[in-house]
């Protein structure tokens, strides 16, 4: 499955971006919060992706942060939430404004967004209401920058084998 892209930025339009990496246009579906915090054409782009892949068509969802990443898949997880839907709710909020309005469960801020009625905004926040907010807490699903796995490896290896003398 594709998880990361970084490429240079070709085009915009009303369905999503499209990337070119090394040579490789991919067409990406995002959500007006990423939208809005690419760079211009030509310039070089990196997002965080998730793949569907269904009988008719492989699609890919691209986000700025990992977090808008976290926060879409686990609302594909609600019964009657797809792709496009779960893309309106996080243009509409940002992961941490989606995950407070759950934990509150704000039915009438969810049912502002176009596609959620009363019953999918009240079914995302009976499943959702505790999974996300501790989802999206600092470090959760974080990933390590190069040199971090590495020296966590050392530590490790350092505290969990026997010295040999």
């Known amino acids: 499955m594709i998880g990361y892209l970084r490429g240079v930025l070709r085009a915009r339009t009303e369905e999503g971006i499209l990337v070119d990496v090394g040579g490789v246009g991919y067409e990406v579906a995002v959500s007006a919060t990423t939208a809005a915090a690419l760079p211009s054409l030509g310039r070089e782009a990196a997002l965080f992706v998730h793949t569907q892949v269904r009988e008719d068509a492989i699609s890919l969802f691209g986000f700025h942060e990992a977090d808008e990443r976290l926060a879409f898949r686990a609302l594909l ?29 704000d039915v009438r801020r969810l049912t ?12 995302m926040v009976l ?20 040199g971090e796995s590495a020296g966590e490896a050392i530590v490790a290896s350092d505290t969990l084998l026997p010295q040999i003398a």
């Open 112 to 123: 502002a967004v176009p596609g959620i009625g009363r019953k999918t905004a009240e079914r």
């Open 127 to 146: 499943e959702l209401r505790d999974k996300l907010p501790s989802a999206l807490e600092p470090g959760y699903g974080a990933i390590p920058t190069p």
């Open 77 to 105: 997880e609600v019964n009657g939430v797809g792709p496009r839907l779960a893309l309106a709710v996080l243009s509409s909020f940002g992961p941490r404004a989606l995950a407070q309005a759950l934990a509150t469960g």
